[in-house]
């Protein structure tokens, strides 16, 4: 079935060093959504990748989906504390219809 | 604008117990999503509910059922609860077949004991 694998699983950085978590689904994807977590939180939508090649930014936040549709990442320059929680991506597949979660990434900021 | 409503937010139930847990989607929204996340994982499909019917399903076994009302709203059941069952129960709102921005309600958190 369709798995969406997301690395690392942690990431311990100092304030103001960069961040980058990686996703890749088993399947081609109709599109990628990345969501933040923070700890004791639910799952907060912060933005969704369509198109092949496709890069977003979000002040500081930078996300790309990949040519073939199966990959994703994203790019938070220059930690702040404000950034600590658990980054997801989330792989949605117009055959199976379905939105499936990565493992996350938990993201921890030292100041 | 109303976001995602759940109730209850948390919930102590013994193994073998029946448990329901109710959601309510975002205004606008028609379709409806569960998943469980269990301690320091990723949330996982149960199944997603639209016009009242079960779309699609996850790897959940039939202890895990659900419905939609007509006013959109859903439930999540669980029969003869196991220990592995504690997690923290998610439902999602979305419109109509699209996988675009759902939105997430703050959970339940069931702790089976």
């Known amino acids: 079935g369709q798995q969406v694998m997301q690395i690392p699983q942690y990431q311990h950085v100092q304030e103001g060093e960069d961040f980058t978590t990686y996703c890749n689904s088993s399947?081609?994807?109709?599109?990628i959504q990345w969501y933040k977590q923070r700890p004791g939180g639910h799952p907060v939508f912060l933005i969704q990748?369509?198109?092949?090649?496709e890069v977003k930014k979000q002040k500081r936040l930078t996300f790309q989906f990949g040519e073939a549709k199966k990959n994703s990442s994203l790019h938070i320059t220059a930690t702040q504390t404000t950034d600590v929680g658990t980054y997801f991506c989330?792989?949605?597949?117009?055959?199976?219809?379905?939105?499936?979660f990565g493992q996350g990434t938990t993201l921890q900021v030292k100041p | 604008d109303a976001g995602v409503t759940q109730s209850p937010t948390h919930l102590i139930k013994t193994r073998g117990q029946q448990v329901t847990l109710r959601c309510s989607p975002k205004?606008?929204?028609?379709?409806v999503s569960w998943y469980q996340q269990a301690l320091g994982q990723g949330p996982q499909f149960i199944f997603q509910?639209?016009?009242?019917?079960?779309?699609q399903r996850g790897n959940f076994p039939d202890r895990f059922s659900g419905h939609q009302f007509p006013n959109y709203s859903s439930e999540l059941n669980v029969n003869a609860l196991l220990l592995g069952d504690s997690a923290l129960y998610l439902c999602?709102?979305?419109?109509?077949?699209?996988?675009?921005?759902?939105?997430f309600g703050s959970g339940t958190r069931l702790t089976v004991v």
């Open positions: 989330a792989g949605g597949s117009s055959n199976t219809g379905k939105l499936i």
């Open positions: 990748l369509v198109k092949s090649g």
């Open positions: 399947t081609t994807l109709s599109n």
């Open positions: 509910y639209y016009e009242e019917e079960e779309r």
């Open positions: 205004s606008g929204h028609d379709t």
């Open positions: 999602a709102s979305s419109l109509g077949r699209d996988l675009y921005g759902y939105t």
